[in-house]
């Protein structure tokens, strides 16, 4: 009987309850010995107080099983992230309502794939770009710093010992442009992801990123590690995002970076004992934003840990194919 009542449309079963209520209003004048009189006296109002309370209270318990899976369905469209993609509504309830249901999941669908691949688009064009400058500075700003390095090194012999000096400082920021052009082209475009692998990209990374902050990182990267080139740039591309934050906003003395898999996944971790991000830096960052993006066009899971003042956990978790 519950099953078949469960299964019932959605305006029958509200219709079931209000008739139900109404009927036990029937049943109860009819048969209970109430009278009431003109004017009401104390006694039948407070009589018909407790009946009018009961009727509510049916009519809520009545209606609240019926109207229970619009509750979850809405409370599943309000609480939906478009940057975490897999959350479905639950098909539960009478056919009006799975119906419901399952029409907002198929647009759940055709959202999140479109999404997917007009994101997995933006990022080849985008890495395209990137290579598309970092060879720019290399070739154009790299090599016109060097030409500026050996010409200083030609005037070395022939100016005055007073310039000295100041033609030792013109070399040494010379250098220093050149190194950091070459630095911002290898970030733009990272090689060793290209020809060494993943493991080994990520390790210097590391290195790299010891030499700027002088904050020693623990590495435990497992090697070889088997993804897909689009699965790998992603990996590369948190973790250096990752790292980037770090070096900005922690303030952390350590770091570990940590890259593992098994059979059913591929996960990376980056770890510091920073001071945490503040609540709204989850939703308004555009690193962490950028990093959920790059998740999302892979199907990977993005987690992020960061109690105030305890440091920070950022782990991106790759299924495997099926």
């Known amino acids: 009987m519950r099953r ?6 959605l305006f029958w079963r509200v219709f079931a309850a209000n008739a139900s209520v109404l009927l036990l209003a029937f049943a109860g004048l009819v048969l ?14 407070v009589v018909l ?22 509750d979850e369905l809405a409370e599943t469209m309000r609480t939906h992230d478009p940057l975490t993609p897999g959350a479905r509504a639950q098909l539960s309830g009478d056919a009006n309502v799975v119906a419901l249901a399952q029409t907002f999941n198929d647009m759940l669908d055709r959202l999140e794939s479109e999404r997917r691949e007009s994101a997995r688009q933006a990022l080849m064009v985008q890495e395209a770009e990137r290579r598309r400058i970092a060879r720019e500075l290399h070739d154009e700003v790299g090599q016109t710093l060097t030409g500026v390095m050996l010409q200083i090194e030609g005037l070395a012999a022939e100016i005055p010992a007073e310039l000295r000096e100041q033609l030792d400082e013109l070399r040494e920021t010379a250098r220093e442009g050149t190194e950091e052009v070459r630095r911002i082209a290898r970030q733009l475009r990272p090689e060793a992801l290209e020809e060494l692998g993943l493991s080994s990209a990520l390790a210097a990374l590391a290195s790299a990123f010891e030499r700027q902050t002088r904050v020693p990182v623990l590495r435990t990267l497992d090697q070889p590690i088997i993804a897909e080139p689009e699965q790998e740039l992603v990996l590369y591309r948190v973790a250096q995002e990752a790292l980037t934050n770090v070096a900005r906003h922690a303030a952390a003395t350590h770091v570990e970076l940590a890259l593992s898999e098994d059979e059913r996944a591929i996960r990376l971790v980056v770890r510091d004992d920073g001071r945490g991000l503040p609540g709204h830096a989850r939703t308004s960052s555009h690193g962490i934003r950028g990093m959920r993006e790059r998740a999302m066009l892979i199907g990977a899971t993005l987690g992020i840990d960061s109690p105030p003042g305890e440091g920070t956990t950022i782990e991106l978790v790759v299924p495997r194919s099926p």
């Open 49 to 70: 107080a407790a009946g009018l309370a009961a009727l509510l209270a049916a009519n809520l318990l009545l209606l609240r099983p019926a109207l229970a899976p619009l």
């Open 4 to 9: 078949r009542l469960l299964e019932l449309p």
């Open 32 to 45: 209970a010995p109430i009278t009431v009189s003109v004017p009401v006296g104390a006694s039948e109002l």
